[in-house]
């Protein structure tokens, strides 16, 4: 059964560091997200992205904070300067249309 | 705005029948979810029921939707302990993309 995967499993960095997390998502799937879930917090909602652009995003989801699909079966997350509190589990999901969503199994991403 | 509301503990023993409860707040609402979550794994779609349906079962899972009182609930039957888990409720309303999650209920199945 096809899944959607994601790498690294755990990303260890350091503050003011840019890290870019990998998703590839269900190949046949249009509609790709990403969430994330700090720990002991509700997952939430970053970014949806489709026809290669992003479609919504939420109000964490700022400047520092960009989503890519640079090729045909990739969808990055970027942070560009990574802060404490994006210490957080990463999940990205896909879906062939609004009503289901997919996901990984997440980047734990480790700020220190 | 949009909220999603779940108890966080549960214990049941095996064998046994569990219902998990959610509360939502969006009465716009098109579709909900219940995902579960193995200790470090992802998040696993087990079902959605669409907002014009009050019930939807799949083999051991029942799916029961109040609209009137914005409540959903996951029943499993004879609970064993591979079903152990976060279960997390979720809801998608009519407009925006992003799923809205509730906090999940850490489920315990005692032998």
């Known amino acids: 059964e096809p899944e959607v995967t994601q790498t690294p499993s755990h990303q260890v960095t350091q503050m003011g560091q840019e890290v870019i997390l990998r998703c590839v998502p269900i190949?046949?799937?249009?509609?790709f997200y990403w969430y994330r879930q700090i720990l002991g917090q509700k997952v939430e909602f970053l970014v949806s992205?489709?026809?290669?652009?992003?479609?919504?995003k939420s109000e964490i989801f700022d400047d520092q904070f960009s989503v890519e699909r640079p090729d045909g079966s990739n969808f990055t997350l970027k942070i560009r300067s990574t802060k404490l509190e994006d210490s957080a589990m990463y999940f990205c999901?896909?879906?062939?249309?609004?009503?289901?969503?997919?996901f990984g199994p997440g980047t734990r991403l480790t700020v220190t | 705005g949009e909220d999603v509301e779940q108890s966080l503990f549960l214990s049941v023993r095996e064998g046994d029948s569990s219902v998990i409860n959610c509360t939502y707040t969006d009465s716009s609402s098109t579709y909900l979810y219940w995902y579960k979550q193995e200790p470090g794994a992802g998040l696993q779609l087990l079902t959605y029921i669409f907002s014009n349906m009050d019930m939807k079962q799949d083999q051991r899972l029942t799916v029961l939707l109040n609209k009137k009182d914005k409540h959903l609930s996951l029943r499993i039957a004879d609970t064993q302990t591979g079903d152990s888990a976060i279960y997390f409720c979720a809801e998608r309303g009519n407009y925006g993309q992003n799923f809205v999650f509730g906090p999940g209920t850490r489920l315990s199945v005692l032998p």
């Open positions: 999901a896909s879906g062939t249309g609004f009503y289901e969503q997919y």
């Open positions: 992205f489709y026809n290669n652009e992003i479609s919504e």
């Open positions: 190949s046949n799937h249009l509609y």
